[in-house]
């Protein structure tokens, strides 16, 4: 067993080597494609912060709207063709980090997007290479539902609950920052639902077996 992981951990260096080195050569957005490559890469740890810098300016508001949409393509596509949970895992955390950090047009393609194209419907997504990797495949499975409800919440509220909050309040005052709490009894009946559902996913994502004290599932869950 042990010989074999090792030589799943070679092989996906190799992967990622070779996916960077077409990069250089044939990309038209050799930057871009080799950060989402090693944000994203086999290797059992969050993605560098490095990397993930690299991606949210290349999807800031300054960057043309093609640029954006080139990189939402590449996640996308990313996420679509690994059967290894690893960078499965990872590319969903860097997709987190841009809705959460991101610039605001991001969501708004990205939503567009989605609507076009499942392109977080990971429902047959299966690693069954270690028991391990089984595991952690279902957790997969499940963070990439509650991105989903969380992109579903955003389309219904028009803003994000993670992102756009009011400022914390001084001490002394009383605790309510986050812009649910001023919304008016009919707004807050009609949002309610949405909010009740994005809550359910959150409480879905506790890991189970093997997944649970894994350090990159721990990592996505302290987002």
């Avoid at 494609?33 to 290349?58: G, Q």
């Avoid at 993670?162 to 812009?179: F, H, I, T, V």
């Avoid at 994502?205 to 350090?215: I, L, T, V």
């Amino acid at each position: 067993m042990a010989t074999m992981q090792t030589w799943r951990k070679a092989y996906g260096a190799i992967k990622d080597q070779t996916k960077v080195g077409l990069a250089q050569i044939n990309s038209d957005y050799k930057d871009l494609d080799i950060a989402i490559v090693k944000a994203t890469n086999h290797v059992e740890c969050p993605p560098k912060e490095r990397h993930l810098r690299k991606i949210m300016v290349a999807t800031s508001a300054v960057r043309p709207r093609a640029d954006v949409a080139y990189c939402i393509i590449a996640l996308a596509r990313r996420l679509g063709k690994t059967r290894n949970w690893t960078v499965a895992l990872k590319t969903l955390i860097v997709l987190h980090r841009i809705l959460r950090e991101g610039d605001p047009t991001f969501r708004e393609e990205f939503l567009n997007f989605t609507q076009r194209a499942r392109a977080l419907d990971q429902s047959n997504f299966k690693d069954d290479s270690s028991p391990i990797a089984w595991d952690c495949s279902a957790w997969v499975r499940t963070y990439a539902i509650f991105l989903e409800e969380r992109l579903e919440c955003f389309k219904i509220l028009r803003y994000d609950i993670e992102s756009e909050r009011l400022p914390r309040p001084a001490q002394g005052q009383d605790k309510g920052y986050s812009r649910t709490r001023d919304l008016d009894s009919d707004d807050l009946l009609e949002q309610l639902p949405a909010l009740q559902q994005l809550l359910y996913r959150l409480v879905g994502c506790r890991p189970e077996g093997a997944a649970a004290g894994n350090y990159v599932i721990q990592y996505a869950l302290a987002l």
